[in-house]
């Protein structure tokens, strides 16, 4: 049972145009929400994070929305640009727990075009 | 400063075969993970540690063994390989466990169990 999902493997946007990204989660105890960028044949970094408490978390050009009713969280990234295309991992934590256990949404790929 | 290592960062194995994979942090960080990384899938934690001598299992701990006698090293076990655990295998670390946002992940390897 896939607790992150992020429904759409791909998106493809044109540079200085907005990129969003969603995922959706199903645990209710879920209550820090990260996101993460990957480039090719590199780990995973952390990009920007929000906690249940807050429904905004905002960072230069990465903006996080959070929606706890809906379970949705979305990234923005305004204006986007060429070096932004990466694949882009939402992940989802209880931050009570103190275990650091994430657990990850299945990935976007976002290609910004020149 | 190096950051999070890991090595080797290309394998194969036969089916049957064990080998370890290995990570190593220069931070002084508390906590690490080990995390697999399949298409479709995300990322998913298969071991994680607090500290040196506590370890304990992630989302997908079958076939791997994990030990952390130093702070600096956590290396990964295959007893037995599969070709179910061809990946890319990541690990990371962080100061605390609380807060999966300073997590720093190594650069992967990539499995391959014929």
């Known amino acids: 049972d896939q607790q992150v999902k992020q429904n759409s493997p791909s998106l493809s946007v044109q540079e200085g145009r907005i990129s969003i990204l969603n995922c959706d989660y199903t645990?209710?105890?879920?209550?820090?929400f990260l996101w993460y960028k990957k480039y090719p044949a590199e780990g995973p970094t952390f990009l920007i994070s929000?906690?249940?408490?807050?429904d905004k978390n905002e960072d230069g050009r990465f903006t996080v929305f959070l929606n706890k009713s809906a379970k949705h969280l979305s990234l923005h990234i305004v204006p986007s640009q060429p070096g932004d295309s990466a694949v882009y991992f939402c992940a989802a934590m209880r931050e009570s727990s103190n275990t650091g256990k994430l657990i990850f949404g299945q990935g976007t790929t976002l290609q910004v075009k020149p | 400063n190096a950051g999070v290592t890991q090595t080797p960062k290309f394998q194969v194995l036969k089916t049957g075969q064990s080998m370890t994979l290995q990570c190593a942090q220069d931070?002084?960080?508390?906590?690490m993970s080990w995390y697999r990384q399949d298409p479709g899938m995300g990322l998913r934690l298969i071991h994680y540690s607090v500290g040196a001598g506590i370890t304990d299992q992630g989302e997908v701990p079958n076939g791997y063994n994990v030990s952390r006698s130093t702070t600096e090293d956590f290396p990964l076990r295959l007893l037995s390989a599969a070709p179910s655990q061809t990946s890319v295998y990541f690990c990371?670390?962080?100061?605390?466990?609380?807060?999966?946002?300073?997590?720093?992940f190594g650069p992967g390897t990539r499995l391959t169990v014929l």
């Open positions: 990371a670390s962080s100061y605390s466990w609380g807060r999966a946002d300073t997590q720093y």
């Open positions: 645990n209710s105890m879920f209550d820090y």
């Open positions: 931070m002084n960080h508390e906590y």
């Open positions: 929000i906690s249940s408490i807050k």
